[in-house]
């Protein structure tokens, strides 16, 4: 009897040692996984969105989500602290970064072109001049067959219908870029309305769309519209882009490549924050997108996460960049970005 309990005491044990072991390596992997939650700008969600999934396929135990809300909300909550990172399409002002407690770190990721998108029925070719443009957002232009619009398209039969325009609801990098743009080049508009994530638009006939998404529906539903998007919105939506007139006085169509060619020359300084207003070649509206990370996190796992995510989206994840339509942040600009995060991140 004393051998029977000795032996099932043993195996008991043996049994109980063995288990220990197969469920240590789980135990480690989930003390080892982590969840960033980030949000912001819509303009590079779709690019964010499959940054999430594939970063998975390196780092398993790291789970990214992003609330896509706007740049304007991107930032308010990083400087509120309630996400990991923000995003925003407009660089944090000097104020804004003063508010963020932990500090913060600009991170470039991507850039694009924001197409400037019309439903008419019947013109598929829309040329919009840099004189035109500009009216037309600042209302001084405010019907289809205006004299400016018909001169930047002879030939075209332009209809006698009003402009319905279609601007963002919500505080916007997307807007930011578009407005940047157009004060860079008109003065008039500059003064009157101005480089805003959220201007006070006063035009008639306005529309108000939540997002990039937002936008995009409006315009697609409305004929008679104009209104503006990232790119990559209207191709998917199958939206019509107009050419927009460049510093050379060409005629450009928004594209990764005429995107590419703008941005070719933007020099980026210490801090990565960058404001393209009038580029001298390519596809005039174009801008950068960035990550928001702060530069204390709570604890040391959380700040391992964050660097792992943005070393994994500057190198790995840039290759689909162009997969859905953005421009890849330089090489060199992206390994110096690193070395910030690497030796600033605690």
Do not use: C
Not at 116 to 135: D, E, K, Q, W
Not at 213 to 223: D, E, N, Q
């Amino acid at each position: 009897m004393v051998f029977l309990t000795t032996v099932f005491q043993r195996v008991f044990s043996t049994a109980v040692l063995a288990s220990a072991v197969a469920v240590t390596p789980i135990l480690t992997a989930t003390a080892q996984a982590q969840t960033l939650n980030g949000a912001g700008a819509t303009f590079p969600a779709p690019l964010y969105e499959r940054y999430a999934r594939e970063v998975k396929k390196k780092h398993p135990g790291l789970s990214v989500n992003y609330q896509a809300i706007g740049s304007g909300g991107g930032i308010r909550q990083t400087i509120a602290g309630t996400v990991d990172f923000g995003g925003s399409d407009a660089a944090m002002k000097d104020d804004e970064i003063a508010k963020v407690k932990n500090g913060v770190i600009l991170v470039p990721t991507a850039g694009g072109a924001v197409s400037v998108v019309y439903n008419v029925p019947g013109v598929n070719n829309l040329r919009l001049s840099r004189s035109t443009l500009p009216a037309i957002f600042s209302g001084q232009i405010t019907n289809w067959n205006d004299a400016k619009i018909k001169a930047d398209n002879p030939g075209v039969n332009l209809p006698n219908q009003p402009i319905r325009f279609v601007v963002r609801a919500d505080g916007s990098g997307t807007t930011f870029i578009f407005t940047n743009h157009l004060s860079s080049i008109s003065s008039y508009f500059k003064g009157r309305i101005g480089a805003n994530t959220a201007p006070k638009w006063t035009l008639p006939n306005v529309l108000k769309g939540k997002g990039n998404p937002g936008v995009a529906a409006l315009v697609a539903r409305t004929p008679g519209s104009i209104g503006y998007v990232e790119y990559s919105y209207a191709v998917k939506n199958n939206i019509r882009s107009a050419q927009v007139q460049n510093r050379r006085g060409e005629f450009v169509a928004p594209s990764l490549q005429t995107a590419n060619a703008a941005l070719s020359s933007v020099s980026f300084p210490d801090n990565y924050r960058v404001f393209v207003g009038d580029p001298g070649q390519g596809y005039p509206i174009v801008g950068l997108t960035w990550m928001m990370v702060y530069r204390q996190y709570p604890n040391a796992a959380k700040a391992d996460a964050i660097k792992k995510w943005i070393n994994w989206v500057l190198t790995d994840g840039q290759q689909f960049n162009d997969d859905l339509n953005y421009t890849r942040i330089p090489a060199g600009v992206a390994n110096r970005v690193l070395q910030t995060v690497n030796s600033t991140v605690k």
